[in-house]
């Protein structure tokens, strides 16, 4: 392994500093645009991956992380804690620019990122891996340089603190997980209280004791290895989170993907309204995914309010999708069996007026569920 004098120019996806070492692109974990280094060089083909050995110039945007886990343990949960924030936003902006021009084949002016409402514990989620040592479960979180390792985790500034809290809940009670050498498990808020998933093992004879012990839990979600499918164990959830979800037999899918930054993502969500309505159009399709959450269904237009109309655990355009006017707007809700959308070449027609038509807008992942 060799070593050079790299000067970082930029952020890449993923939180490496990008610089070059005689032409060759070198990609450093937790360096700084500005900072220029001496780096040991793993040479990969034509680019290295590159480690900080010593820093010969400190760049003005580095800070102290304050994440005890940042620096002691190498946490790869947060690659950019040692940015000043606005650095952070400055570095997301190059990172969305550079994916244009190198993937898009397009120029585009600075990308304008909008600082989040919550900088700190606006997490929703958290997803640990457990490991059985000696007498006990270590969970935590792997280092971005080791990552067949697990520390323990002691906190997490980005997380909520109910989030946490529920975690804690878990570790008391982990006497009564399955035994196996590895397991995988998540906590998220939702809106009954929280839910946890738990990845791993064949065999769980204890779930509904484990469950008595985190009350703070109203879904358990169990996926054994095997590739055996996810299954609800424990459901202590008092409602249906959307209007409409009882009639189709379901629930809120607390499993499912959603935005981990539910502040953010708000602010994103108005903003996506904002520019449907700029548009101006005709028809609208709305074919919502991840947890189900449609776009259209709390704008600032009542005639909007569309309601709960069918369940779909995946979205996807080639699936049955229901089309519904409202004023001038046809909004698409995916349901099992409806023929209002056809897909011909590649272009997506809604069924509006007994004809066919393009759909002037189609959102396949809205906000705020992906």
């Known amino acids: ?3 050079s004098r790299v000067r970082i120019e930029s952020i890449a996806a993923g939180g490496d500093g990008v610089g070059r070492s005689d032409g060759m692109a070198v990609f450093v974990p937790r360096a700084a645009p500005g900072d220029v280094l001496e780096a040991a060089l793993d040479v990969r083909g034509r680019f290295a991956r590159g480690a ?8 003005a945007a580095r800070v102290d992380p304050p994440c005890i886990h940042y620096m002691r343990d190498r946490c790869g949960g947060c690659q950019l804690q040692h940015l000043a ?66 520390f323990q985790l002691e906190t997490c500034l980005i997380t909520d603190e109910r989030v946490l809290a529920v975690w804690r809940d878990v570790l008391a009670a982990a006497h ?22 738990l990845e791993g ?19 358990i979600w169990w996926e054994p290895t095997g590739g055996k499918r996810r299954r609800l164990v424990v459901d202590r959830r008092a409602s249906a989170s959307s209007p409409g979800a009882s009639e189709a037999r379901v629930r809120s899918p607390d499993a499912s993907f959603v ?7 708000a602010v994103l969500h108005q903003h996506i309204i904002a520019l449907t309505l700029a548009h101006a159009p005709a028809s609208v399709v709305d074919a919502y995914a991840g947890a189900g959450e449609p776009v259209f269904r709390h704008p600032a237009n009542p005639a909007w309010d569309l309601g709960w109309l069918g369940v779909s655990r995946k979205a996807r355009l080639t699936a049955k999708i229901e089309i519904v006017m409202r004023g001038t707007i046809a909004a698409a809700k995916l349901v099992r069996s409806d023929r209002s959308v056809r897909i011909v070449n ?12 393009i759909a002037d807008l189609t959102c396949s992942n809205p906000l705020p569920a992906g």
């Open 1 to 3: 392994m060799v070593t």
């Open 52 to 59: 900080i050995v010593s820093l010969l110039e400190p760049s």
């Open 85 to 150: 924030y606005d650095a952070q936003l400055d570095a997301k902006s190059s990172i969305v620019r550079e994916s244009m021009r190198r993937i898009g084949k397009r120029d585009v002016d600075p990308v304008d990122v909008h600082a989040s409402p919550s900088v700190w514990h606006y997490r929703t989620k958290l997803t640990l891996a457990l490991r059985w040592h000696g007498d006990r479960w270590i969970a935590g979180l792997h280092p971005f340089d080791n990552p067949g390792r697990v």
């Open 176 to 197: 009564l997980l399955p035994r196996a050498p590895r397991l995988r498990g998540a906590v998220r808020l939702t809106e009954d209280a929280a839910s946890f998933v």
């Open 201 to 219: 093992a064949s065999h769980w004879p204890s779930a509904e004791a484990f469950a008595d012990h985190v009350p703070r839990v109203t879904a």
């Open 259 to 265: 935005q981990v930054n539910p502040t953010a993502a």
């Open 346 to 357: 590649h272009v997506l027609l809604v069924a509006v007026d007994g004809g066919w038509k």
